[in-house]
């Protein structure tokens, strides 16, 4: 089946210091991706998001970045700070097959601990 | 603006058993989605409801089940507990649930099967 994963489960960073967050997808005709970050306790966050007809969506110190031909996706986090240290999340907003256009569901990547070392 | 809303917080049920988790959207959305987040398989989705009706269903067994309200409230029932139902239940709400449609999580309620 399709699925969203993601290549390292734990990414250790000094607090100031840029973190990238990497994210494999399978779906090709995937067409908006999201990251979450979710802190201990609490539910996903939205971070930022990005359509498939774009290469680099920029944040408040996020970017996103997508590689169709690689199906692959990227966070940066510039400066980061401890705040955030959480479990970052990569979606995939599809519909499922021999569904509606409607009817969108979120395929989430195992997600990554992103700590912050002071 | 008032945040989705999730109640209640921590649940704890016997094998057997059936429960109910409910889900209060923000303000105006239309669209809730129900997500089961464990350790072993992270976040899965479980369905999607929009103006009272199913739109979508993830693969969960038929003991997984769910509704929408007028108010768009939700609620989902679990029947028949197991010890793997064990597990953060996470709600979110989005105006549309379309493409495109941001969708914010509530903080979840952690059910516990004993």
């Known amino acids: 089946g399709e699925s969203v994963g993601l290549h390292l489960p734990t990414l250790s960073v000094q607090e100031g210091d840029n973190s990238i967050i990497n994210c494999a997808y399978s779906?090709?005709?995937?067409?908006?991706f999201i990251w979450y970050k979710q802190e201990s306790g609490k539910g996903p966050q939205f971070i930022i998001d990005?359509?498939?007809?774009?290469d680099k969506r920029q944040g408040q110190r996020v970017t996103v970045l997508l590689n169709k031909t690689v199906k692959h996706l990227s966070l940066q986090i510039a400066a980061t700070q401890p705040g955030d240290s959480a479990v970052y999340f990569c979606?995939?907003?599809?519909?499922?097959?021999?569904?509606?256009?409607?009817?969108?569901?979120?395929?989430f990547g195992s997600g990554t601990q992103l700590t912050v070392l002071p | 603006k008032a945040g989705v809303t999730q109640t209640p917080r921590y649940l704890i049920k016997t094998r057997g058993q059936q429960v109910t988790l409910s889900c209060s959207p923000i303000?105006?959305?239309?669209?809730v989605s129900w997500y089961q987040q464990t350790p072993g398989q992270g976040l899965q989705f479980l369905f999607e409801?929009?103006?009272?009706?199913?739109?979508n269903k993830g693969n969960f067994p038929g003991r997984f089940s769910g509704r929408q309200f007028s108010n768009s409230r939700s609620e989902m029932n679990v029947s028949t507990l197991e010890l793997g139902d064990s597990a953060l239940y996470l709600c979110?709400?989005?105006?549309?649930?379309?493409?495109?449609?941001?969708?914010?999580f509530g903080q979840g309620t952690r059910l516990t099967v004993v």
């Open positions: 303000s105006g959305h239309r669209s």
């Open positions: 409801y929009f103006s009272e009706t199913q739109r």
């Open positions: 979606a995939e907003n599809s519909s499922p097959e021999g569904s509606s256009g409607s009817a969108r569901q979120l395929t």
């Open positions: 779906n090709s005709a995937s067409d908006y």
């Open positions: 979110a709400s989005s105006l549309f649930g379309g493409l495109n449609t941001e969708a914010f």
């Open positions: 990005i359509r498939s007809n774009m």
